[in-house]
């Protein structure tokens, strides 16, 4: 199940039939339980008939978004109370004269310190000050504080002061106020990163924790007898009882679902082909990779501005979706960001808004079927639509259906430009790419997003405006774990490098085994962070297995792994030069019983109509075909309709169904 900002998408995979059905329901803001449980059960008689349950939340990520995250007070080392103001110097526009870094979510008065001191390889210098720690909680207590957050100097490398304070702090405010240690959200070096995780954590947790306890009470009193699970900002599940501890686990939970759908797409296509997954909505456009049968995920990111450490699937977003809004601006035409959202709405949807959209102007050229929209939850007015198209020609004394195609030709461009800024400026050339589009509005827009990326195949899966509730479903559990390893190559002890990571992996399968992971679905994937000596930066670079740095001449093998890998990101690399090891990382997966494609039961000829469609400034009679039905070759123009999507095949293009039920568009470039 995906909550989305306007409808609440769920998926349901019967594993004695292999039949997937998807639903829809409207996203309810102010309880979104009632949301979740009106579009369930169009698909689940009983909560009680169902054996595995995983949903993703934005939640956190609205919390943050909107700046209404939790009152934090935040607990820092003696002499360290400036580094969460400080933040870091360097700037990611140099030349932007208009670049201001994001203020910090923890004010200065709100920052207090604790004494005690360890060195940088974790000896007590000094011990820790508790009744300082203390002083810290009777604040909290006071002043009504819902977050604590603790970051403590060189606690990745003993977090024995950490430990200290957080059962003080938890010992003196009880269950009512949550506490956060920097070395249990992210054990790695840099102070400022780390702090800024505990205070993510902590600024978003009281309200995810909230959300996942509302919703697993609610489920138990209908009946639902298996664990909920949570879409991972990595691309892999937890439990929810785990998610209320690591909130910030969470924080890209929803988008990232479509990913993971993409890298069960790319696992199923020939030659299991990369891929670009888009995922246009109603306000937002979200863009990431597949990369060999596997998500684009960083060790880090910076989200809002705020640096987080932790695996992140790599998105890119823009505002661009259906209901962006076209606007003039200096007598020239633009799209987006601003939204219609839910409501009104663009003005085809007959709740009052009357400003062109993208939808609107698909509706104006054509694109969408008014009295099957949705699956026919909606007819749209395709009469406001025209007013509201008519009314921004006038202002740029345009013709209306020409003007109704430059909004297209806009947002796609946006869309376009969305996508090199994840390819292209990186060093990845999309024609290598397929493109995989889902969302409400993706599959209409794809075809000419990839005819000007040069990308010759688009790929719609089932049910597209559902796709992240299904990619949730092709998902593995995961537990990432680290262990800092700050070691250049000539001083290496190859044997406990090893050990370390044989540690971590029992740990790993430890946390899958609580997950309720079988201990036959259970695999363990190591790697290590790297960098040539004198650098800042590092690569992470995977391993064979936890054994491999003690195999002979292993030094000289990941060094040549590095320096390919330093070629490939940055174009160069200095194979002469010694290396040194920063972090070991291990990943524990755990995998379930994947749903398949769900091939369509193909029909003799799909029920449809014709329709007049405008490509390129001419009128086509256009057949509209429910996808349902299809097989076999479809040529262009054509419109393919179905409950969650609408797809646009423009002229040139060649469209066939798949033995996975995919729709493949072969795009004239």
């Not at 309880?31 to 993703?56: K, N, Q, Y």
């Not at 994001?102 to 200065?108: A, E, F, G, K, T």
């Not at 808004?353 to 054509?366: F, H, I, P, S, W």
């Not at 040549?560 to 997966?589: I, N």
Request: charged content about 25%; aromatic content about 6%; overall charge negative.
């Amino acid at each position: 199940m995906d909550i989305g900002g306007t409808f609440t998408d769920v998926v349901c995979y019967d594993e004695w039939t292999g039949a997937v059905s998807a639903s829809k329901a409207p996203t309810t803001p102010g309880d979104l339980a009632e949301g979740v449980f009106a579009a369930l059960g169009r698909v689940v008689a009983d909560p009680a008939d169902i054996s595995f349950f995983v949903h993703g939340t934005t939640q956190g990520l609205n919390a943050l978004l909107q700046r209404k995250g939790a009152r934090v007070l935040l607990l820092a080392g003696e002499g360290g109370r400036d580094i969460h103001q400080i933040a870091r110097g360097n700037r990611d526009r140099m030349f932007d004269l208009r670049y201001r870094k994001p203020p910090p979510l923890v004010p200065r008065q709100d920052v207090m310190e604790a004494g005690g001191r360890l060195d940088y390889r974790g000896r007590e210098l000094t011990p820790l000050d508790e009744e300082s720690v203390r002083r810290a909680a009777r604040r909290a207590r006071e002043e009504g504080f819902d977050a604590v957050a603790v970051c403590l100097l060189f606690s990745y490398v003993n977090p024995a002061h950490e430990i200290g304070a957080g059962d003080i702090l938890r010992a003196e405010l009880g269950d009512d106020v949550l506490v956060v240690l920097s070395h249990e959200v992210a054990r790695e070096w840099r102070e400022y990163e780390r702090t800024s995780s505990a205070v993510l954590e902590a600024y978003t947790g009281p309200v995810v924790r909230r959300y996942l306890g509302r919703i697993e009470r609610r489920f138990a009193e209908r009946g639902l007898a298996v664990p909920v699970h949570v879409m991972q900002s990595s691309g892999g599940l937890v439990n929810a009882s785990y998610a209320r501890r690591r909130p910030l686990q969470t924080l890209l939970s929803g988008p990232v679902g479509g990913t993971m759908g993409g890298v069960a797409v790319s696992r199923l296509l020939a030659e299991g082909r990369h891929a670009i997954c888009v995922d246009m909505g109603g306000t937002s456009f979200d863009v990431s990779l597949v990369v060999d049968g596997r998500p684009d995920v960083s060790a880090e990111a910076r989200i809002e501005g705020y640096p987080v450490l932790m695996p992140v699937v790599n998105l890119h977003t823009i505002g661009a979706g259906g209901g962006s809004i076209a606007y003039t601006e200096a007598g020239a035409l633009r799209v987006g960001p601003e939204s219609a959202g839910a409501e009104p709405g663009p003005a085809c949807y007959g709740r009052g808004g009357t400003r062109a959209t993208v939808t609107d102007a698909n509706v104006v050229l054509g694109r969408v079927d008014p009295a099957w929209f949705a699956g026919g939850l909606m007819t749209l007015d395709a009469e406001a639509a025209g007013v509201a198209v008519a009314t921004l020609a006038e202002e740029l004394h345009y013709d209306p259906l020409r003007l109704a195609e430059g909004i297209c030709d806009v947002a796609n461009a946006k869309m376009a430009q969305a996508i090199r800024t994840l390819t292209v400026e990186h060093g990845v050339e999309p024609r290598e790419f397929a493109l995989v589009a889902f969302g409400g509005a993706g599959p209409m827009h794809a075809a000419f997003i990839a005819r000007e990326l040069g990308i010759s195949e688009v790929v719609v899966p089932r049910f597209p405006g559902a796709f992240s509730a299904w990619g949730m479903l092709e998902a593995d559990v995961r537990r990432d774990l680290t262990h800092p390893y700050f070691r250049p190559q000539d001083v290496l002890d190859h044997a406990d490098m090893s050990e370390n990571l044989v540690t971590l992996e029992r740990a790993a399968l430890d946390a899958l085994h609580s997950q309720g992971v079988p201990e036959d679905r259970r695999r363990v994937e190591h790697a290590v962070d790297m960098r040539y000596e004198g650098q800042d930066y590092t690569l992470t670079i995977p391993l064979r297995d936890a054994y491999e740095p003690a195999e002979p001449g292993f030094v000289a093998e990941i060094a040549a792994r590095y320096a390919a890998a330093h070629t490939s990101r940055y174009g160069h690399a200095t194979p002469e030069a010694p290396v040194e090891f920063v972090m070991l990382r291990s990943t524990g997966f755990g995998s379930f019983p994947r749903t398949g494609a769900a091939p369509p039961a193909l029909a003799e000829s799909p029920a449809g109509h014709v329709r007049d469609v405008i490509f390129d400034g001419v009128v086509h009679s256009t057949p509209v075909l429910r996808r349902a039905g299809l097989g076999g070759e479809l040529a262009g123009p054509a419109i393919v309709v179905e409950e969650t999507a609408t797809t646009v095949i423009p002229p040139g293009c060649l469209a066939t169904v798949d033995h996975n039920g995919f729709l493949i568009v072969k795009v004239n470039t």
